[in-house]
């Protein structure tokens, strides 16, 4: 348990310039993602019936639910700075997803920007969330 702990809340250890980027990262990736979120999130509560692209099979309710629970939630988790390197790892997925499968024969032109938010995704898994995050205070003063 304590290795789980120390990989899903370690903040990471960087300068303070460091840790102010890693905020503005999580802050304005959380933030955009969070706005294609909303509007799923509005379709699978909304009462109208659901249409949605069911790239993996599960049926396009269960597909829209997956992407409100990595778009909203997710980012809400990246925002705060709360199991950061988790959180990211289902917007990760989603992502890939959606570049390589949804728009597999859209051309690059839809696949570039979910490849880029998957390029954020990997470096905020991989770094952390930084100082300026829920995950340090969780942390701070433990060696994990």
């Given at each position: 348990m304590k ?12 300068s ?12 304005v990736?959380?933030i955009f993602?969070?706005?294609h979120g ?6 699978l509560f909304?009462g109208?019936?659901i249409?949605?692209p ?9 597909s829209l ?11 809400i988790?990246l ?10 790892i289902p917007?990760?997925?989603?992502m ?8 597999s024969?859209?051309?690059f ?7 880029i938010?998957?390029t954020?995704?990997i470096?905020?898994?991989i770094l952390?969330a ?7 205070l969780?942390?701070?003063g433990?060696?994990l």
């Amino acid at each position: 348990m304590k290795q789980l702990t120390k990989n899903i809340f370690n903040p990471g250890t960087y300068s303070n310039n460091v840790d102010l980027v890693l905020l503005i990262l999580r802050l304005v990736v959380g933030i955009f993602m969070l706005t294609h979120g909303i509007g799923k999130f509005d379709a699978l509560f909304g009462g109208e019936p659901i249409q949605f692209p069911d790239p993996l099979g599960i049926g396009a309710t269960a597909s829209l639910a997956m992407a409100v629970f990595s778009e909203v939630l997710c980012s809400i988790l990246l925002i705060i700075g709360l199991g950061t390197r988790l959180a990211a790892i289902p917007l990760l997925i989603t992502m890939l997803v959606a570049a390589l499968i949804v728009h597999s024969t859209d051309g690059f032109g839809r696949q570039e920007l979910p490849l880029i938010y998957t390029t954020l995704y990997i470096a905020i898994a991989i770094l952390g969330a930084g100082k300026f995050s829920l995950d340090y205070l969780i942390t701070k003063g433990r060696k994990l």
